[in-house]
């Protein structure tokens, strides 16, 4: 059984774990045990743990445009001058480390997207070692985290290319702001609320990358997606709820990302892609080609 | 899209599409030819793989995948010279395959036994991929599942024949699709099975008069 709205989510979610609802789902998906469903699970929860290890800040991406920003902000976050304070300075760091990461050709996990890769580990990884979590609760949060980007990719899409970057970054901050909401002690309705709050935040969205790379502005919206899913979670945790119900956010999505301009979907041909500099960088990298 | 098309795959950067399912394209060639690492390699690009796959490694990715490397191995950046190491010549031309999907390679493999291979797959995005034509003729299939690739003479009984080697083994048909180029011709059988077959079936499936080649892939091997 494909878990196919966020209604339903919360409606299975209303009188079971959540986690249980999707790790069955799973188990019936793909024709496998729940051991091996969590075994999966957990393995995937230590290629992202390793994936963060495996950072560093000397490397540059093909272009140049990127590497090293992680670096910066990790050291910022533990000057005592952030604005955010250094918890939050954490989560930017490690946002735009697993973004660099990907840029650079080193190992990530795609959560949803390859380009989005730093939301889930950057509001997951310092939130477990903050409230001392086992690994057992992170890997029944990347459950509820996948089942909202299954949801959203079936409803709408996951992919830049057919729903600019709310489809991208969008569906990643949900999955996050998800995460945290379940872990934090959330119901399923938050849950799905939290989802749908920061959804709605990126709604429209375009997808605008510099010369066609996943570098420009990419990395950056990592960050941007990890405040944005903190920030929701914590909306859902006080009881604050999507005036609109989560799966019509969804649906609203999908319209967007249809009505979106060809050249804002992944083609390199608008937004900050199509500024002056945007379009020297696209070609030096047709003269290096 | 399943819970892990969601959440993965583990993979080399930048892009799932033009990286990681480029490596899963190079990955297929290598284990369709089915005799180790090619000799030689001439890898056409096309639509979106030729104007950004030089920024994405796509060309790295092609050839790590050709060397036998997975999404998530470090040293796909620097296959290029794994390949030189490992003896594969390759090259890349960039032309745009018409009709094809965006996301398009063309290769053409030569074997050490002087097998050859040549095979156009197409990167789905999330870094799915669907090999669309196989030495000549139009296919489809994604290696998702254990495939049983079968090349024969368009001759009847064929199908039985195959049917009949795989239920002896117990193995169970998911998906079952048939190419050929004209009647009595070149064939190609896609069969998507449940489990793994034992290479002494494989041995008897080329046995069979009018089989040319058999291959296996088994399911894509993850993380
Ligand atoms: S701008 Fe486009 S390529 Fe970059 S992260 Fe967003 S959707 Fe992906």
Known sequence: ?289 | MNLFDILGPVMVGPSSSHTAGAVRIGRMAHRLLDEGTPVRADIVLSGSFAATGCGHGTDRALVAGLLGMQTDDERIKDSFAEAAACGMAYAFSRVNLAGEHPNTAKIDLVGASGRTLSMTASSLGGGRIAVVALNGLRVRFSGDLPTLIVQNRDLPGHVRDVSDVLARDGVNIATLHLYRDHPGGDAVMVIEIDKAISAQRLDTLRAIRGITAVTFVGAQEEE
């Open chain 1, 1 to 289: 059984m494909a878990i196919e709205s966020l209604a339903a989510l919360m409606d299975a979610g209303a009188r079971e774990d959540l986690f249980e609802v999707i790790v069955r789902s799973d188990c019936v998906d793909r024709g496998v045990t729940r051991e091996a469903s969590i075994a999966r699970m957990t393995a995937l929860y230590d290629a992202i743990r390793r994936a963060r290890s495996g950072y560093d800040p000397a490397l540059r991406s093909r272009s140049g445009m990127v590497g090293g920003d992680g670096a910066k902000m990790r050291a910022h976050a533990q000057s005592g001058r952030t604005i955010c304070g250094p918890y939050i300075g954490g989560v930017l760091a490690q946002a735009l480390e697993m973004g660099e990461s990907n840029a650079c050709m080193k190992c990530i996990v795609a959560a949803p997207t390859a380009g989005s890769c730093g939301v889930l580990p950057a509001v997951l990884l310092p939130y477990q070692e903050r409230e001392n979590l086992p690994d057992a609760a992170m890997v029944r949060a990347l459950y509820v985290a996948g089942a909202i980007g299954q949801v959203i990719a079936q409803k709408a899409s996951i992919a830049g290319a057919a729903g600019g970057c709310q489809a991208e970054s969008g569906t990643a901050s949900a999955m996050g702001a998800a995460a945290l909401c379940y872990l934090a002690g959330g119901s399923a309705q938050a849950v799905c609320h939290a989802a749908a709050l920061a959804l709605k935040s990126l709604l429209g969205l375009v997808c605008d990358p510099v010369a066609g790379l996943v570098e420009v502005p990419c990395v950056k919206r990592n960050a941007a997606g990890a405040m944005i899913a903190m920030s929701s979670a914590d909306l859902a945790l006080a009881g604050i709820r999507s005036a609109v119900p989560p799966d019509q956010v969804i649906d609203a999505m999908r319209e967007v990302g249809d009505k979106m301009d060809v050249s804002l979907r992944e083609t390199g041909m608008g937004g900050v892609a199509a500024t002056p500099f945007g379009q020297r960088v696209a070609e030096q990298m047709m003269e290096n080609a």
